[in-house]
């Protein structure tokens, strides 16, 4: 969870500021509005659920109210906090790409080889494909576990935590893996090698972004942290054998 908490001071840093700028942006834009939304389609559910109770029950009403809403935010949370950062990650995935190799750059004082906005516009195709191959591998993952979330109440709940920390690591490691052209089933073994590291790292990502406000932070957070978790844990390990 240190390495965590080491991406706050990292997107503070002078050179590095402005590269956490667009995924924070990015970020910052889709979370509201989803976050927004999602508010008031709860309480379109309430009022639905609340009209089916007479009028003469009214205490039972506002009892109901109290109960429901709680429990429904948190469940919107554990699920958003996954479903949209995805999302965010998808679209701002060149920028993030970037914004790791700075970190490294930064970590290290090697350069990881031409930057810039060329450089970046010649990635997309490449990160892209990256993404797609992540999204493979989540969906029928998040189905199943989805389907335990809806089904198999506090053990669904539980398993679908932590189902989003494993992939918040995944997320989030694999962008300074990939900087080195890291295959993805490479990466995630090197994760599954050492799951204590993976899933303390993913536990505090997904309890972040639970927590409006700070959850606009996360990625690029998640990002400088995850790289220098790569600098540390992995790097020289896994080029090495390369």
């Known amino acids: 969870m240190g390495y965590f908490g080491q991406g706050f001071d990292l ?32 309480q379109a559910g309430v009022d639905y659920l609340i009209g089916f109770i007479p009028d003469w029950l009214g205490w039972l009403k506002t009892s109901i109210t109290f109960l ?23 679209i701002a995935a060149p920028f993030n790409g970037l ?18 906005l060329m450089a970046i516009i010649k990635d997309i195709p490449r990160t892209i494909g990256r993404e797609v191959t992540k999204l493979v591998y989540y969906l029928p993952r998040a189905i199943g576990f989805l389907l ?3 089904f198999l109440p506090v053990i669904g709940q539980v398993l679908w935590f932590l189902f989003g920390a494993w992939m918040m690591a ?10 080195h052209k890291v295959p993805f089933s490479v990466m995630r073994h090197k994760l599954g090698e050492r799951k204590g590291l993976s899933y303390s790292f993913g536990i505090a990502v997904n309890v972040m972004a639970m927590i ?20 540390n844990e992995y ?5 090495s054998q390369r």
Not at 13 to 39: E, Q
Not at 79 to 86: Q, V
């Open 11 to 42: 997107i503070t840093t002078k050179g590095l500021k402005r590269f956490v700028f667009i995924p924070l942006m990015i970020n910052l834009v889709l979370f509201s509005a989803a976050f927004y939304f999602l508010l008031g389609e709860i």
């Open 68 to 90: 429901i809403w709680p429990l429904a935010v948190i469940s919107i949370l554990l699920s958003f906090a996954l479903m949209f950062g995805t999302l965010a990650n998808w």
């Open 99 to 116: 914004l790791a190799e700075k970190v490294e750059r930064h970590l290290t004082g090697k350069s990881l080889g031409d930057d810039g």
């Open 148 to 150: 335990l979330f809806f």
């Open 170 to 179: 995944i997320q989030y490691c694999d962008y300074p893996f990939d900087n």
């Open 212 to 231: 409006p406000i700070v959850n606009f932070l996360v990625m690029p957070v998640a990002i400088c942290g995850a790289t220098a978790m790569w600098v």
């Open 235 to 239: 790097r020289d390990e896994v080029l």
